[in-house]
């Protein structure tokens, strides 16, 4: 089994073929979003044939998810799960449970922290005590790897969640974490101010990597995490060395205030706001460019993407006559969430997923891929979008 390069950054750099997914933040929303695309990529036997999938913040909730339930996935011979709704299922649990309001209240007035009682929501709801070590083992290209992402708020950069390791370049790494699924969520969707930051006791050996000039305390007894689309929030910093690169993106565009408020605390959110919009248009800016110089090969869709601009001589779902404007405007929440909300969610994700698909996935690459990507034929749920 080829072994992981102990320094991050050269094995960032390394070129190495296979097709991953990153899946962005944007709360339940996004959660929600990411479904749908999931179910296309799984319907053209994509989702079986990925070597990493990559998530920060709100698609983070989905990628551990999906990495839980992964043994439990019937994949036929040509590489598609028959029974994917036992995923659609739990995540349907998860946003029929608001958390983030509940949590402010409980970390203010109870004992614990918000991050402690947002944690313990994942837990309850999804992952029942369940630890990285549960994820499924990508050796022999069984399944891919699953890496969940946070922003260490004391080295400032990327601090990876996965079964074989935690840590970043800058601390070092923890091999094996004993860690709950429900913590590393809690920390990659710790979106700042409110639900940030998460505290991470260290108590395992931090193995010291090239490079890394923190590796003593105490960066190495405790990380302070917050929401990974700080740093990152299109996922992109965990696969930029492979071929082939699926990117979906729920994330929100900031809106225009004439008025913006002055006080210290909703001036300060409206900052960060533009500093995420910023750092999200580069990252994109980037990942288009870097397709068009054939650096990689893939597609990327985003919940505020237009089906027009996909120019597809073909357009089954009538998408054309639709309009997910709306969808894109739902704030990023982790609050509950109508079914007929849900359903659209996941139905515009699935379509637009599709139509980069059948955009950018050419007859080559479909065939190195060993997958058709044919026209759908209808929404996965009910009510379009």
């Given at each position: 089994?080829?072994?992981?390069?102990?320094?991050?950054?050269?094995?960032?750099?390394?070129?190495?073929?296979?097709?991953?997914?990153?899946?962005?933040?944007?709360g339940?929303?996004?959660?929600?979003?990411?479904?749908?695309?999931?179910?296309?990529?799984?319907?053209v036997?994509?989702?079986?044939?990925?070597?990493?999938?990559s998530?920060?913040?709100?698609?983070?909730?989905?990628?551990a998810?999906?990495?839980?339930?992964?043994?439990?996935?019937?994949?036929?011979?040509?590489?598609?799960?028959?029974?994917?709704?036992?995923?659609?299922?739990?995540?349907?649990?998860m946003?029929?449970?608001?958390?983030?309001?509940?949590a402010?209240?409980?970390?203010?007035?109870?004992?614990?922290?918000?991050?402690?009682?947002?944690?313990?929501?994942?837990?309850?709801?999804?992952?029942?005590?369940?630890?990285?070590?549960?994820?499924?083992?990508?050796?022999?290209?069984?399944?891919?790897?699953?890496?969940?992402?946070?922003?260490?708020?004391?080295?400032?950069?990327?601090?990876?969640?996965?079964?074989?390791?935690?840590?970043?370049?800058?601390?070092?790494?923890?091999?094996?974490?004993?860690?709950?699924?429900?913590?590393?969520?809690?920390?990659?969707?710790?979106?700042?101010?409110?639900?940030?930051?998460?505290?991470?006791?260290?108590?395992?050996?931090?193995?010291?990597v090239?490079?890394?000039d923190?590796?003593?305390?105490?960066?190495?007894?405790?990380?302070?995490?917050?929401?990974?689309?700080?740093?990152?929030?299109?996922?992109?910093?965990?696969v930029?060395?492979?071929?082939?690169?699926?990117?979906?993106?729920?994330?929100?565009?900031?809106?225009?205030?004439?008025?913006?408020?002055?006080?210290?605390a909703?001036?300060?959110?409206?900052?960060?706001?533009?500093?995420?919009?910023?750092?999200?248009?580069?990252?994109?800016?980037?990942?288009?460019?870097?397709?068009?110089?054939?650096?990689?090969?893939g597609?990327?869709?985003?919940?505020?993407?237009?089906?027009?601009?996909?120019?597809?001589?073909?357009?089954?779902?009538?998408?054309?006559?639709?309009?997910?404007?709306?969808?894109?405007?739902?704030?990023?929440?982790?609050?509950?969430?109508?079914?007929?909300?849900?359903?659209?969610?996941?139905?515009?994700?699935?379509?637009?997923?599709?139509?980069?698909?059948?955009?950018?996935?050419?007859?080559?690459l479909?065939?190195?891929?060993?997958?058709?990507?044919?026209?759908?034929?209808?929404?996965?749920?009910?009510?379009?979008?």
């Open positions: 089994m080829p072994t992981e390069p102990t320094d991050l950054e050269a094995a960032s750099a390394q070129h190495e073929d296979g097709v991953t997914l990153s899946l962005s933040g944007g339940y929303r996004a959660m929600l979003f990411h479904i749908g695309a999931l179910w296309r990529l799984n319907e036997g994509l989702l079986s044939r990925l070597k990493r999938i998530s920060v913040s709100g698609g983070s909730i989905t990628a998810y999906l990495g839980l339930r992964w043994k439990d996935l019937h994949f036929n011979a040509a590489g598609k799960a028959d029974n994917l709704t036992i995923i659609v299922d739990g995540l349907r649990r946003a029929d449970t608001s958390v983030d309001v509940g402010v209240i409980g970390g203010i007035l109870l004992p614990g922290t918000i991050s402690d009682r947002v944690a313990a929501a994942y837990d309850g709801v999804l992952f029942g005590g369940k630890k990285l070590a549960d994820l499924p083992d990508d050796g022999g290209g069984k399944a891919p790897r699953f890496v969940i992402n946070a922003t260490n708020v004391q080295s400032a950069v990327l601090w990876r969640f996965s079964r074989r390791y935690m840590g970043d370049y800058r601390v070092g790494l923890v091999d094996a974490p004993d860690v709950t699924l429900a913590t590393a969520v809690a920390a990659s969707s710790a979106f700042p101010p409110i639900l940030s930051p998460l505290t991470l006791p260290i108590r395992q050996p931090v193995r010291k090239d490079g890394a923190l590796n003593h305390p105490p960066y190495t007894t405790s990380a302070v995490l917050s929401d990974g689309g700080v740093y990152d929030n299109l996922g992109l910093e965990t930029k060395r492979f071929s082939t690169l699926l990117v979906s993106d729920a994330g929100q565009q900031i809106a225009a205030e004439d008025d913006p408020h002055h006080d210290w909703r001036h300060a959110v409206r900052i960060l706001g533009v500093i995420d919009n910023q750092v999200r248009s580069l990252r994109k800016r980037q990942l288009i460019d870097a397709y068009r110089r054939g650096d990689h090969t597609t990327y869709w985003g919940i505020r993407t237009s089906f027009a601009d996909y120019r597809l001589a073909a357009d089954p779902l009538d998408c054309l006559h639709r309009d997910p404007a709306a969808l894109a405007a739902i704030p990023t929440r982790l609050e509950k969430m109508p079914h007929d909300i849900q359903n659209r969610l996941m139905n515009w994700g699935y379509a637009v997923c599709d139509a980069a698909l059948r955009a950018h996935i050419d007859t080559a479909q065939q190195k891929l060993g997958i058709q990507v044919a026209d759908p034929t209808g929404f996965p749920f009910p009510g379009a979008y």
